[in-house]
């Protein structure tokens, strides 16, 4: 027996942004939707110019969280701005694919553990998992650097109870498995 799936994307960045991520996750969204599967987007609004709410490629957009004037701040503050809309619409999904869990990750983990959901993370780039993306280009002395880690620890630690994980290369796959989860997750 085919069932359709009802697969929530939670990412970061979505078209009408161009970087890399949002082109991937824009295509996977309409690929898994032309497969005949229902897509709902749950994405940071970068621009206050682009819509809270639309339909792109016949998939529902939503758009929360504050706009790129608040930098990283506002960026940090997205882990609260997704989860209300999440839980608003859960009927909607049964599934949530996280692409790019630096910051959305760990929230979105913990949200769908306790609404009994599954969770995929899918990281968009090397060191994303383990953190180093940011420890390696941070100039972090002392406190910050300690801050940082213990920041890394527990994310890692909540994103570690994910359901399971999609690598787009060797790479991010051995970085996956580097961190103790096993290769069949």
Known sequence: CWCAMKICFVTESFYPEIDGGAVHSRLLAETIH???????????????????YEVISDCPVLRVGLDDRYGMLGRYLGMLTILP?????????????????????APVVVL?????KKCVIKPDSC???????????????????AL?????SI??????????????????????CNMGIDVRR
Not at 35 to 42: I, K, R, T
């Open 85 to 105: 809309p999440l839980i608003k619409r859960r009927r909607q999904y049964d599934t949530v694919l996280v692409a790019a869990p630096r910051i959305l990750g």
């Open 112 to 116: 769908m553990k306790l609404l009994g």
């Open 127 to 145: 060191g994303e998992m383990d953190g180093s993306y940011a420890l390696n280009t941070l100039a972090l002395g002392g406190l910050k650097a």
């Open 155 to 176: 994310r890692n630690f909540i994103l570690k109870r994910a359901d399971a994980y999609v690598a787009i290369s060797s790479v991010i796959s051995n970085e996956i």
């Open 34 to 52: 032309d497969a005949g599967h229902e897509v709902l987007v749950v994405t940071r609004r970068p621009k206050r110019s682009y819509p809270p």
């Open 148 to 152: 940082a880690k213990t920041y890394f």
